[in-house]
């Protein structure tokens, strides 16, 4: 039985996909279900090359339920490599988070918080997106709401401040600390900069700091991904990923390939807006449920 949360891309969409998908496998036009498959695996965000061999592999097959596991084993064997298990975080311990401007950043550090806090870790938040108002709102709202404390200061204060006085902080009290940063764009160079300058300052208390870095990337944002894990990790050493927002579209391709082409581990995935909605990434549950048919329609 397949874990609730790895339905996958969430209620209405996973419906939709999983009804394409059942339609799909119901047709006897084995010509039909190739192209229909290839397109269906374009809207997954698939890429090119990982589509094509998934569709010739399929259709080497006889029978539904060959096809569907072809299906399956192909995925897995491409994607586990980027799921292993998380390296423990000490305690006191440093999660980074990074990633562009409507990622889900900020939401992502409440969800890692309360994720923790299950775990009887003592937590901390950081309110390092000084560029933005609203994040730091956002965050200070999330805390209260957890019951944790938020390190911030003013509006356009300097980032590696916040994370160092946090960090301070975090350390007499024994917790562990996310951070959350700016959205930085690769093409803004200063935020760049000073995301560089965040991670300067940390090693040069410590060379251990950050403990995890972990990139947060748009599940929805296509190729726009595989870019931003690219110029992200010029910029800084990406221990992880986190794919969001896989509850409104039958999207994820990009990120998660995109993570696998630059060598870097698929921490979460999101699937919801509840706090519950973090869940540690699972190879073959991600396998299995992307290609498990709706009962209903088979």
């Not at 990622?103 to 992502?108: H, L, P």
């Not at 040069?204 to 944002?221: C, R």
Request: aromatic residues 6%; hydrophobic residues 40%; contains cysteine.
């Amino acid at each position: 039985m397949l874990d609730d949360a790895y339905l996958m891309f969430g209620s209405d969409a996973s419906k939709i996909w999983k009804k394409k998908l059942s339609n799909l496998f119901r047709s006897q036009d084995d010509g039909v279900t190739k192209q229909a498959l290839e397109e269906l695996l374009f809207e997954a965000d698939f890429p090119y090359d990982v589509i094509e061999t998934l569709v010739t592999k399929a259709s080497k097959k006889n029978g539904k339920e060959q096809k569907i596991q072809s299906l399956i084993d192909e995925t897995l064997s491409r994607i586990q490599n980027v799921s292993t298990p998380i390296e423990p975080v000490p305690t006191p311990g440093l999660i980074l988070l990074l990633g562009v401007n409507g990622a889900g950043k900020t939401t992502t550090a409440a969800k890692l918080a309360h994720h923790f806090l299950k775990q009887n870790r003592r937590v901390m938040l950081a309110a390092a997106d000084t560029f933005r108002a609203g994040a730091i709102d956002q965050l200070k709202v999330w805390a209260d709401r957890l019951g944790v404390q938020c390190v911030a200061k003013e509006r356009g204060s300097d980032p590696a401040a916040v994370v160092y006085q946090a960090w301070q902080m975090a350390k007499q009290d024994q917790s562990l600390l996310i951070a959350d940063t700016a959205g930085r764009l690769g093409n803004q160079l200063p935020l760049m900069q000073q995301l560089e300058k965040v991670v300067r300052v940390l090693k040069k208390e410590d060379p251990a700091l950050p403990h995890q870095s972990w990139l947060v990337l748009d599940g929805t944002s296509g190729q726009n991904a595989a870019l931003q894990a690219k110029q992200f990790s010029e910029a800084v050493d990406i221990t992880g990923t986190i794919i969001t927002k896989l509850d409104g579209t039958a999207k994820g391709g990009a990120a998660l390939f995109g993570s696998l082409d630059m060598k870097i581990p698929v921490r979460f995935i999101s699937v919801g807006e509840g706090l519950e909605d973090l869940k540690e990434f699972d190879a073959q549950e991600f396998s299995k449920s992307l290609f498990t048919l709706l009962d209903e329609t088979v």
